[in-house]
């Protein structure tokens, strides 16, 4: 079942916060995130494993709640760079086992 | 560092014809997945391929196959084409591990049927 993405697009200037959210009705071993520019293969972001952990990479980073079967995205001090449609690509055995179930995205525009 | 190979990356055909893609995973990488992506859309999964076997498999048509060979590279060949066909194809590819594991996108390959 696909995950769920919100909000659906949103626009910032330069320099703010976004936060972009994930949530499954299923259990889920996985959450892995990227970044797509348009016609251009999607970025690998990062993955979170089941535990609940955080991860960082630069200015973003997520966290993974096991209970709530939610992944969120943080975004701080947007940069021109972070525009673009992000997805959340979900995985409920380990391992690569499974082709990752995508949400439907959301657009981030990052206004000068 | 080496990443994941698509060819073609254009390619254009007519209805009813066949075309076949190429992925080249990136080195060591076991694993294989095919995904079409829509206009807008987001990528839907269509299959798997783990140390040449079949993995998982997500909502490939009939009309289409796969396979990963003894190099570890795949194809996905996909015949009497439909003018809904026309999407982007993306090939990924990991290596397997126990806990978690990185999957790497290639470039893609664009398919237009006419």
């Known amino acids: 079942q696909q995950p769920v993405q919100s909000p659906q697009a949103v626009i910032l200037r330069e320099g703010e916060d976004a936060v972009i959210n994930c949530s499954s009705s299923?259990?889920?071993?996985?959450v892995h995130w990227y970044r797509q520019k348009h016609g251009e293969a999607p970025v690998f972001l990062m993955i979170l494993l089941k535990g609940g952990e955080q991860k960082g990479h630069e200015k973003i980073s997520a966290s993974f709640n096991e209970k709530k079967q939610q992944s969120s995205l943080y975004l701080t001090a947007s940069q021109l760079s972070y525009s673009g449609t992000y997805f959340c690509g979900t995985a409920v055995r380990g391992g690569g086992a499974d082709g990752l179930t995508f949400g439907k995205g959301t657009h981030l525009i990052i206004q000068p | 560092a080496a990443g994941v190979i698509q060819s073609p990356r254009h390619l254009i055909k007519e209805k009813r014809e066949t075309a076949t893609l190429k992925c080249y995973p990136i080195?060591?990488?076991?694993?294989v997945y095919w995904y079409q992506q829509g206009p807008g859309q987001d990528p839907q999964f269509l299959i798997s391929?783990?140390?040449?076997?079949?993995?998982d498999k997500g909502s490939i048509p009939d009309r289409f196959s796969a396979q990963q060979f003894s190099d570890y590279h795949s194809e996905l060949n996909m015949s009497s084409l439909e003018l809904g066909d026309s999407a982007l194809y993306f090939c990924?590819?990991?290596?397997?591990?126990?806990?978690?594991?990185?999957?790497?996108f290639g470039e893609g390959s664009w398919l237009t049927v006419v």
């Open positions: 080195p060591r990488h076991d694993t």
């Open positions: 299923k259990a889920l071993y996985s």
């Open positions: 391929f783990y140390e040449k076997m079949q993995s």
């Open positions: 990924a590819s990991t290596q397997r591990r126990s806990s978690g594991n990185t999957i790497y």
